[in-house]
């Protein structure tokens, strides 16, 4: 354990933190596999997950001081992403509950594919999104070349990880690569506000949501349309489903136990 991600538990969900000040949330090999065997581990009592930062920076990316190039050695800067950031987006993904992430600052390089992997994203007017890859030679990773194709579309993708600038949250709301943007001090509290909304849901629905959604990210309209059959029969054999209805029947709030 690296000792630099907090956990804080409100209720039903649970609020994993960035917590290395000195380095603004710079990301090791080791800080992606704890944080990918923390969002297991509280994904199996939590009802949903909020990822945060700092008010100075969600992250700045990965630590580029973990690694260093030895003369006359060829570097393989993709080991990382196989043996740490890759498994860690990959978890993110397939978690059965819903994440919000709450963004303030810097959100840079795999940060920002973590930040953006999430279901629901919270940013700060003073937050920015920077794809700085380009000014180091290297290309986007931990997802950023399809979370933000999907996100912005390819043109103003191209912008952001060609041109390696800051986009400003605010730009960033405009172009629909952020869910809520609020004052830089009422983040949390907002991020926070929504994971209770989504841990008082449907806990199965959500689950396969989540899992359509992702699916349907990258699958044509027929896979889609079969999926959506499939997992509708799934929803519908559930508690929470019949707990939905007699609600709606009897015009009062659900209490769904999941």
């Known amino acids: 354990m690296t000792d630099k991600i907090k956990v804080e538990r409100h209720g039903p969900v649970t609020v994993l933190r960035l917590d290395d000040v000195e380095t603004m949330n710079a990301l090791t090999s080791a800080m992606a596999l704890e944080l990918r065997d923390l969002l297991q581990h509280e994904a199996q009592t939590a009802r949903a997950i909020v990822l945060a930062g700092s008010p100075r920076a969600f992250s700045a990316g990965a630590n580029l001081k973990q690694g260093t190039i030895e003369s006359g050695k060829e570097l ?15 978890t993110l993904r397939d978690l ?52 933000l194709t999907r996100a912005v579309g390819r043109v103003r993708a191209m912008e952001m990880m060609l041109l390696a600038e800051k986009i400003p ?56 349309l079969a999926n959506e059959r499939k997992w509708q029969k799934e929803a519908g054999n559930t508690p929470d489903f019949k707990e939905g209805v007699a609600a709606f029947l009897e015009k009062r709030v659900p209490r769904f136990n999941g």
Request: charged fraction near 15%.
């Open 169 to 224: 949250a605010p730009t960033a709301f405009d172009w629909g690569l952020v869910t809520r943007l609020v004052e830089n001090d009422a983040v949390d509290a907002t991020a926070l506000e929504i994971a209770i909304k989504l841990a008082n849901g449907p806990v199965r629905s959500l689950a396969l949501i989540r899992k359509a959604a992702w699916s349907a990210a990258d699958t044509d309209f027929d896979t889609a």
């Open 76 to 90: 393989d800067a993709g080991a990382a992403l196989e043996n740490a950031y890759n498994p860690l987006m990959m």
């Open 96 to 147: 059965p509950v819903p994440v919000v992430s709450a963004v303030q600052g810097a959100v840079a390089g795999v940060g920002a594919s973590i930040a953006l992997a999430c279901d629901v994203i919270v940013a700060g007017r003073d937050a920015y999104f920077l794809e700085a890859f380009a000014r180091i030679g290297l290309i986007p990773d931990g997802g950023a070349t399809w979370l």
